[in-house]
């Protein structure tokens, strides 16, 4: 394992143009506490994530980790406690929570890539209605950046022509192209076939290199191996372990990561 | 056979179904619009709006569209002297728009929420977090997908609406065609069954075609996943 620990020295936030203090939080939670109906789903959630820090949250299904990822854009409400995005506790709804919301990225299980828009009307519609780029400057970026996650001789089709793959790296180019301060990873990976996962997460390492701040739900251990700065585990709604990735998968603290681990590890 | 010739040349059908096209026609332009602006305040983000569009798709689809007709001509004109023109048949006709139109809204509202109902939420969620707000995803994202998923409801509503055109009748229009069938039988009780099977295949005419187009249209626009 010893020859992964040079790789994951990667540049921290000081690649980040505007990262006065590089360590300074971006992402903020303190004491959220969530409830679906009964089911207390957040329990006393307390991380920050540092600019250019890319964190990734793992442990079993039902265990508060997608949950937790919605919060942070307000996609789920909290019931108490305070989420801070660069230092701004999240807006109520309305004007201010659509232009915080503007300045998270975020990347669905599901893609969710606008139906009934071409893929580059998928990336230009943001830029274009909420930063009132003109259409052409759009277009341009979008191209851009269809071109850096390779898919920009789709540019044309609608998303349904895509394959799972391609649609996710067109959801990924889409929120970067309101040049987020942080990207919300919401498990990119598990809608997809097996021979797609890595040139999704080829994209989210490349991501990963140039010192965006990332927060990523996911299973796919090795990707968490190779870029994670930190490793977040839940279970049952809560924070158990937070540890760089190389003491968390081969010193695990508690038993329920150990538990978790041996049966995601052991084939 | 010389029955219907005589009917033909003694009165003017085709004029009568003119007069129920118009108001269909019109009646279904204002209630597009204003069921869209109802749908739109059904999921929308402010609570009063939503209760206010709910109470209105409850009242007009659980009120019979004669009462509304009837009200819009001795309530609404007589009483709250709502008039559109001095004319007595072009004020009527528009006072029958207006019914008809309050009517159609509430199930144009009820269709397009099923067609809303077809739109993952995904699609709202990514537009949200992209910051675009309420408008915004819903004139962008959602509303053009629920209009392509909500084409054959939206068939039956126009249907519904052409047949309901007749109740015009009630809103004094007496140029259309459920006014003339009484006319006519009146004076021809005779060829009774002539008079039945003019306006029955008039309108099984009129109304084949739209539903042909409805299923054809529901399949080219269906919104590919």
Known sequence: MTEQNSEI?????????????????LVELSHVEKHFGELHVLKDINLTVGKGEVLVV??????????????????ETIDSGVIRIDGRPLPQEGKELASLRAEVGMVFQSFNLFANKSILDNVTLAPIKVRHMDRKEAEDLAMELL????????????????????????AIARALAMHPKVMLFDEPTSALDPEMVNEVLDVMVELAHEGMTMICVTHEMGFARKVANRVVFMADGRILEQNTPEEFFEHPQTDRAKDFLSKILTH | MDSFLMLFSEY????????NIELTLWSALFSMLLGTVLVMMRISPISSLRAVAGGYVEFFK?????IIMVFMVLGAFAQLKLSFSDVFATNFFWLAVCGLSLYTAAFVCESLRSGINTVPLGQAEAARALGLNFMQ????IILPQAFRGSV????????????????????????ETSSLMSEMIEYHPDVIVSIFLI???????????????????SNKLAVRR
């Open chain 1, 9 to 25: 020295q990667r540049p921290m936030a000081a690649l980040v143009p505007g990262a006065e203090d590089p360590r300074s939080p």
């Open chain 1, 58 to 75: 793992v442990g079993p299904s039902g265990s508060g980790k997608s949950t937790m990822c919605r919060t942070i854009n307000r996609l």
């Open chain 1, 147 to 170: 071109a850096r996650v390779g898919v920009d001789s789709q540019a044309a089709k609608m998303p349904s022509q895509l394959s799972g793959g391609q649609q996710q790296r067109v």
């Open chain 2, 12 to 19: 003017d059908v085709l004029h009568a179904f003119l007069v």
């Open chain 2, 62 to 66: 659980n009120m019979p569209l004669t």
């Open chain 2, 137 to 140: 995803s819903a004139t962008q």
């Open chain 2, 152 to 175: 054959a409801p939206l068939g039956n509503t126009l249907i519904a609406l052409l047949k309901n055109s007749t109740v015009a009748a009630a809103a004094s229009v007496s140029t």
């Open chain 2, 199 to 217: 306006f029955a295949f008039g309108y099984v005419i009129l109304i084949i075609p739209i539903g042909m187009l409805t299923t054809y249209l």
